[in-house]
């Protein structure tokens, strides 16, 4: 694929006219722009509310309407051989378009850009030469400090042309990495668009290598489902989840530079935070109480408390009296059981049920009712009384309390499910006074979350992108999947860096706990980040942390630099501030990643060297570039160099070996161009055989 650029005469034209149409597509965008700014809603609002929504719906659009100068408004073009919907009929003629982040119009409304989501875009991501798509011509561009500057072309149905990677991409994907994460939307590849493309009506799950873009894809994916089901998602919601909250500022402006402003972000523990948490679990106990046998504990809790009643209901109206006998109680209270409806709603539905038992004699002895009487009827002080008795009202938060401080109560619900060991180890030690005083842990706010659930039905989304879901305890993802209940989810994640004790095995099984069972598992396994030299070294810890996980191929072309150094334990700090030095000799951000007990000697060592760094989530920028990274927070972040300090101390950091080792496959694999690896104590021994 030749690669066009103003330096070569013959070059010059066309690369001038698509400069023009540059200028010109930004002029129309401006047009749009000052369009909406000058919208006059006085006249059409009405009232003040409605006036409130269509402000700041235009302020939005304006907002999504701006022209970002360092993002390039269109990046690729196709020639159609025919006009599309136009079935290859004869003497219809070809037709061009140019493919952008957004969709641009001129003044008579014929498109100048046309958005890179809309089906006329698809080909630009897809076609090829086995398939051209009825496209001539793809052209991608280049560009230098938003300045068009170069194309290159394929002629997909020119036999004579050879087949050649895209220089352009190559150099998009081996550019030095500073600031947030950036979109890839002049770049996605065929494999990511089937999955950022898949209907909106089903859940795909992606197990891929690091770096292989899952993250990218997840986002891409949002993006594409708003576009495709704008009103819908409008409606229902979307939502991102990420393991933390430096993960989450770091994908943060991807969305927004794509336009979409609307996505919401949080992490599992925001979804769940009833309460607030101030205790933690020992890893056991934090796995027994993420098992999803405890949904079935939760329920029994729950309904614990329905009593059979055992006495009739007797209601007076005037001077007569209305009994319901216990036997026919029973029957109603029986029969809201067996539904299948939220306890919540069956505590609401019986004095009703019993109001309505009650109007039913009124009519056989001859009276003649309406509604209100029996609104009247379930009101009545004996219906509520007898209510309060069989079916009282729950509340999620004192149960899970009860569960967990009454061993007589916990082994009334969790018999045949837990083991008498389960259960002893499930109690707290020293039982709370009052729910004031609990100090609820992380996993208990996703039990209280499901008894929630249970007593009242969680709000689903239409859309769930779930990031790192290797991670997830099943009672987890059971808090995720109630809030896609009805939607659809996009699970992202690794099993080889799963660093929970209860980390997923299985995506079938974690997707079953999801409530979304059989959904289709992609695999993605080219790499755009890490340099092959990187991830062949990293990948010798796949054995033993993930075995049967294929490890990724690199498509960077640069093997990527890679030094491995041992030195005494006290020249290490020494050592690594020196290889901080090095990496920032070159361009881009530079993460020191080490164990998260090692951050505070490291900081204090940068310290007094008068080396600046910043935490894990503040943007680098050119004159910030080194982060301070506690291993425990690298996942899904990337550095151009990454120098890792003390391996054995990250691995030693984590409860298990295996999880520590999936620890350090994630740090390892943290880098963009290279790594430098420093060590006073020895590597593991999977690492000790060194770099091929
Ligand atoms: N098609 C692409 N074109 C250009 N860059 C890409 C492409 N796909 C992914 N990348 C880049 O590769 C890097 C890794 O992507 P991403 O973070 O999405 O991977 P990941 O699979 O989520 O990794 P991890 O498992 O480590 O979290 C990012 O910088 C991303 O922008």
Same mark, same amino acid.
């Given at each position: ?39 006059? $809603?006085?006249? /059409? ?44 009929? &004869? ?19 014929? =498109? ?10 698809? =080909? ?11 496209? +001539? ?14 194309? !290159? ?25 500073? *600031? ?18 898949? @209907? ?36 229902? *919601? ?27 972000? #949080? ?11 101030? @205790? ?12 999803? +046998? ?10 614990? *408390? ?21 036997? !026919?109680? !029973? ?7 067996? +539904?299948?409806?939220?306890? @919540? ?163 079938? &099984?974690?997707?079953?706990?999801? @409530?979304?069972?059989?959904?289709? /598992? ?11 030299? /990187? $991830? ?14 294929? =490890? ?22 020494? #050592? ?10 070159? !361009? ?26 910043? #935490? ?33 101390? $990250? ?30 104590? =020895? ?10």
């Amino acid at each position: 694929m030749p690669l066009h650029d103003p330096d070569h005469a013959q070059d010059a034209n066309p690369l001038r006219a698509e400069q023009t149409h540059l200028a010109e597509s930004r002029s129309a965008l401006t047009a749009m722009r000052a369009d909406v700014e000058a919208l006059d $809603i006085s006249d /059409v609002t009405g009232n003040w509310v409605n006036a409130k929504i269509l402000a700041a719906e235009i302020d939005n659009r304006i907002k999504a309407l701006a022209d970002l100068s360092h993002t390039p408004l269109f990046f690729g073009r196709l020639d159609y051989l025919h006009a599309p919907g136009v079935e290859q009929a &004869e003497g219809a003629e070809g037709e061009q378009f140019y493919i952008g982040r957004r969709h641009v119009h001129d003044a008579h409304g014929d =498109p100048m850009v046309i958005d890179w989501r809309a089906p006329v875009s698809q =080909p630009f991501y897809r076609a090829s030469r086995v398939e051209p798509m009825d496209v +001539r011509l793809r052209r991608r561009f280049g560009y230098t400090g938003g300045e068009l500057t170069a194309y !290159e072309d394929e002629h997909l149905t020119d036999p004579a042309e050879a087949s050649t990677s895209s220089k352009l991409l190559q150099t998009e994907i081996e550019r030095p990495r500073v *600031g947030p994460m950036r979109d890839i939307v002049a770049t996605i590849q065929p494999e990511q668009d089937e999955i950022v493309r898949a @209907g909106i009506g089903g859940t795909v799950c992606v197990q891929g290598a690091p770096g292989t873009g899952k993250t990218a894809v997840g986002l891409h994916r949002v993006a594409y489902l708003l576009y495709a089901h704008r009103e819908r998602l409008a409606r229902t *919601g979307t939502l991102v989840i990420g393991p933390n909250k430096s993960f989450l500022q770091y994908i943060e402006q991807v969305l927004p530079a794509l336009g979409e402003l609307q996505v919401k972000q #949080a992490t599992v523990d925001d979804l769940v935070a009833h309460v607030t948490v101030r @205790g933690t679990d020992p890893a056991e106990r934090a796995r027994i109480k993420g098992d999803a +046998r405890m949904a079935e504990v939760l329920r029994r809790a729950v309904r614990s *408390g329905i009593r059979m009643p055992k006495e009739p209901i007797v209601v007076v109206r005037g001077s007569r009296r209305w009994r319901v006998p216990a036997y !026919e109680l !029973e029957e109603l209270v029986r029969e809201l059981m067996e +539904r299948d409806i939220r306890y @919540g709603a069956a505590h609401e539905a019986l004095p009703q049920r019993i109001a309505h038992n009650i109007l039913v004699r009124m009519e056989e002895s001859g009276e003649a009712p309406d509604d209100r009487v029996q609104d009247a009827v379930a009101r009545n002080p004996a219906v509520k009384a007898a209510v309060k008795g069989v079916w009282p009202k729950a509340d999620p938060a004192k149960t899970v309390l009860r569960l967990l401080s009454d061993a007589e109560f916990l082994a009334e619900c969790a018999e045949g499910i837990l083991t008498p060991e389960e259960q002893a180890t499930l109690l707290w030690e020293k039982p709370p006074r009052s729910l004031a005083s609990a100090k609820w842990s992380p996993a208990d706010t996703v039990l209280i979350d499901e008894t929630l659930d249970l007593v009242q039905r969680t709000h689903s989304l239409g859309h769930v992108v779930l990031d790192e879901a290797q991670d997830l305890s099943p009672m987890q993802y059971r808090a995720v999947g109630r809030r896609c209940s009805t939607g659809s989810a996009t699970v992202l994640g690794d099993i080889a860096q799963g660093t929970t004790p209860w980390a997923t095995a299985s995506w079938e &099984e974690a997707l079953t706990h999801l @409530g979304k069972p059989g959904a289709p /598992v992609e695999e993605l396994t080219r790499g755009f980040r890490v340099p092959r030299g /990187v $991830i062949a070294y990293a990948s010798l810890l796949l054995p033993t942390i993930a075995p049967g996980l294929a =490890p990724a191929t690199s498509v960077r072309e640069s093997p990527g630099d890679l030094v491995i150094r041992r030195t005494s334990a006290e020249e290490l700090d020494a #050592a690594v501030l020196a290889a901080c030095h090095d990496a920032l000799g070159h !361009e881009g951000s530079i993460g020191l990643i080490a164990a998260d007990d090692r951050i505070a000697p490291l900081a204090a060592a940068l310290e007094s060297a008068g080396l600046p760094y910043l #935490a894990p989530g503040e943007e680098t920028s050119a004159q910030a570039r080194l982060t301070l990274v506690p291993a425990t927070l690298a996942k899904g972040l990337e550095y151009d160099y990454v120098v890792l300090d003390e391996p054995a101390a $990250i691995v030693t950091g984590e409860p298990d070996e295996r999880t520590g080792l999936r620890r350090l496959y994630v740090a390892l694999t943290r880098a963009v161009s290279g790594l430098a690896v420093l060590h006073a104590k =020895p590597l593991p021994e999977e690492l000790a055989a060194g770099p091929a």
